[in-house]
């Protein structure tokens, strides 16, 4: 049995251990047997087994979902999360970005997404919740500024993403931002394929 045969069995055999069918069959439509895909579904089910009304596991898979491109089934995975914690603001500035910067626009909504981020942002000034995570900061600016574009405001979108770069604390985070400023400057949105997977399989640890 080959290296692939013997990745595709056990990939197999964890799918048939998922009780969730609608991410059983995301999993199932794969062309790559996607293990730690499948792992991560089946510690999101043990997790809410432990909590049913936690959101985090939920906003995880979101995530994880947004990362592969699944973005019908991600967007209803942030609903549910953010039903069971409105003021996650994680996961508020994980849907923003998804609606601010997503490829397909059936998904994308400026002014939803310009709410969610507003929101965070004001939930973590009130609480403190950011405090000390300066590229935290760094990064909800930058989904803030994607928003702005995504409504057409690009000026405020500047000034939004010249303040991420003050808040850019590596020069990879620098370049990030750099990189949007000339986006914009061009008169072009953000468009980003991918959520913020790290943060996902944070969530779902």
Not at 20 to 43: F, G, S
Not at 113 to 118: E, K, P, Q
Not at 139 to 155: C, K, N, V, Y
């Amino acid at each position: 049995m080959s290296s692939l045969e013997k990745k595709r069995e056990e990939f197999s055999a964890l799918i048939r251990q998922i009780r969730t069918d609608d991410l059983r069959q995301w999993l199932e439509a794969q062309d790559v047997p996607y293990i730690k895909h499948a792992m991560i579904v089946l510690n999101f089910e043990r997790r809410i087994a432990e909590e049913p009304d936690a959101a985090g596991p939920y906003l995880g898979i979101a995530e994880v979902l947004h990362r592969d491109g699944n973005y019908a089934l991600s967007v209803a995975y942030f609903e549910k999360g953010l039903r069971r914690s409105p003021d996650d603001i994680y996961g508020l500035m994980t849907r923003a970005r998804l609606r601010a910067t997503c490829p397909d626009p059936k998904y994308r909504d400026g002014e939803l997404a310009l709410l969610d981020a507003r929101t965070a942002l004001q939930i973590a000034k009130e609480t403190g919740k950011a405090d000390g995570y300066r590229w935290l900061r760094r990064r909800f600016l930058q989904i803030l500024a994607a928003a702005h574009a995504e409504t057409g405001d690009f000026s405020s979108a500047l000034d939004t993403l010249h303040e991420a770069l003050h808040a850019s604390i590596t020069r990879i985070a620098a370049r990030e931002v750099s990189e949007c400023i000339a986006t914009i400057e061009r008169g072009k949105p953000i468009r980003d394929l991918r959520g913020l997977l790290p943060h996902a399989y944070l969530r779902l640890s």
